[in-house]
Every structure is written in structure tokens, then in C-alpha cells.
């Protein structure tokens, strides 16, 4: 995840390939056995995964994740996602879809 300031002052989050892949496991409701089985990549990686994607967004488990995902779907296609509007709370939720 890198995390850069765009011009208006916001901070964002751009996720990488794997990050991606994982958050979008997450938000169809994959546990940590299926997310490793389906990437090819140990639970251990899937485990620091979901702790680097949590930490910098201030989110606690599985539920925020899903809802950030579902809040922010331009993050499932690499763009940037503001975290905060002008150190506010997190972007509140808006209806979306994942992309299937």
C-alpha cells in the first residue's frame, strides 16, 4: 500500500495487485485457508496482508474491510482513495458493487 497526499490536501491510499486481491477475497466473505489456496500464498501472508491493509485506513476486521471495499470500489482498480476528507472520518459508505 502506498499512501501519498493529493493535491487538495487528502490523504490516499493506492493498494497493490495483491493487496487488491486479497481485500476483494475478503469482501465476497473468503476465510484466510481459501484466500492462501486461491493465491497460490502461505496463510502467514495472507494474515500480514490484512494487517497491512487495516492499519493505515484505522480499520479492526474483516466487517470494516468489506465495507471500506464496498465504500471505495476504485481501490479494488488500483486508483488512489482518499482515507479522509481533510482529516475528517473515513468516506462514508455509498451504494456500489464489487466488480465480479
Same mark, same amino acid.
Given at each position: 500500500?502506498?499512501t501519498?497526499?493529493?493535491?487538495?490536501?487528502?490523504?490516499?491510499?493506492?493498494?497493490?495487485?495483491?493487496?487488491?486481491?486479497?481485500?476483494?477475497?475478503?469482501?465476497?466473505?473468503?476465510?484466510?485457508?481459501?484466500?492462501?489456496?486461491?493465491?497460490?500464498? %502461505?496463510?502467514?501472508?495472507?494474515?500480514?496482508?490484512?494487517?497491512?491493509? %487495516?492499519?493505515?485506513?484505522?480499520?479492526?476486521?474483516?466487517?470494516?474491510?468489506?465495507?471500506?471495499?464496498?465504500?471505495?470500489?476504485?481501490?479494488?482498480?488500483?486508483?488512489?482513495?482518499?482515507?479522509?476528507?481533510?482529516?475528517g472520518?473515513?468516506?462514508?459508505?455509498?451504494? %456500489?458493487?464489487?466488480?465480479?
Open positions: 500500500m502506498r501519498l497526499t493529493l493535491e487538495s490536501g487528502v490523504d490516499a491510499v493506492i493498494l497493490s495487485l495483491r493487496e487488491r486481491q486479497v481485500l476483494y477475497l475478503v469482501a465476497t466473505g473468503a476465510q484466510n485457508k481459501e484466500i492462501a489456496a486461491q493465491l497460490g500464498i %502461505s496463510l502467514s501472508t495472507v494474515k500480514a496482508l490484512l494487517l497491512r491493509l %487495516s492499519k493505515p485506513l484505522g480499520l479492526h476486521n474483516r466487517v470494516e474491510l468489506t465495507l471500506w471495499a464496498l465504500a471505495q470500489p476504485a481501490a479494488l482498480s488500483g486508483c488512489a482513495v482518499p482515507t479522509r476528507l481533510a482529516g472520518p473515513l468516506l462514508p459508505l455509498r451504494e %456500489s458493487r464489487l466488480p465480479a
